[in-house]
């Protein structure tokens, strides 16, 4: 078993579709952290889903629900903290407005 500690998701700024941001590719993972800084004047607000191989987004694996993020603000997602994916399991992001929030992840790969 190898364990590699990676960057799951680069800082990007978050889409307003949901948007598969990170797959666990023939490895388990583990989120160990994940953040989000709205870089705007007024609030914005995130769900995160965390989805089984072949699944979809949606109510029956949504961790994170429409978290509002103030301006200026840094959210750090204890919700997903500890989180696992299974191969083929991936993240997939939502927010209220493009390009408002500036999203990054890291954790572990297993394989």
Do not use: H, W
């Not at 590699?4 to 598969?20: F, G, R, S």
């Not at 200026?72 to 399991?89: K, M, N, R």
Request: aromatic share 4%.
């Amino acid at each position: 078993m190898t364990v590699t500690v990676k960057v799951l998701i680069p800082a990007k700024q978050a889409e307003n579709t949901q948007t598969t941001q990170y797959t666990a590719t023939n490895c388990k993972t583990i989120i160990d952290k994940f953040t989000a800084t709205n870089t705007t004047a007024g609030n914005v607000s995130i769900s995160v889903n965390l989805v089984i191989s072949g699944g979809t987004a949606g109510a029956s694996n949504l961790i994170v629900d429409t978290r509002s993020i103030a301006p200026d603000e840094t959210y750090t997602f204890p919700e997903l903290v500890g989180q696992a994916l299974e191969p083929s399991g991936f993240i997939s992001t939502i927010a209220s407005a493009a390009t408002s929030l500036t999203i990054r992840a890291n954790g572990r790969e297993i394989t």
